[in-house]
């Protein structure tokens, strides 16, 4: 997983590592994810992979990047999803 060391827009070494990205619906919080499907054309069973999504969050000036947990798994359900 990376670890951003410096702020790429001040360079700041003071970064909240890993901060949740969440979605708020009323009481209720959840994890933000991102979704590829590898077979995007079914109907059903799209065999979708999930990756939740993490911030580096500068707190000199804000400025926060977004990273998913398993990448790897991400790219695995596109490269099968563009071999269709």
């Known amino acids: 997983m990376r670890k951003v060391e410096a702020c790429a827009k001040c360079g700041s070494t003071a970064i909240v590592h890993r901060a949740m990205v969440v979605h708020r619906n009323e009481n209720l919080e959840q994890s933000l ?38 990448p790897g798994a991400l790219f695995n359900a596109f490269s099968e999803s563009q071999a269709q």
Not at 47 to 60: D, G, L, Q
Request: glycine fraction near 2%.
């Open 33 to 70: 994810n991102l979704r590829v499907d590898a077979d995007p054309a079914a109907m059903l069973f799209k065999k979708s992979v999930r990756s939740i999504m993490h911030a580096e969050v500068c707190s000199a000036c804000g400025y926060s990047e977004f990273y998913a947990d398993d």
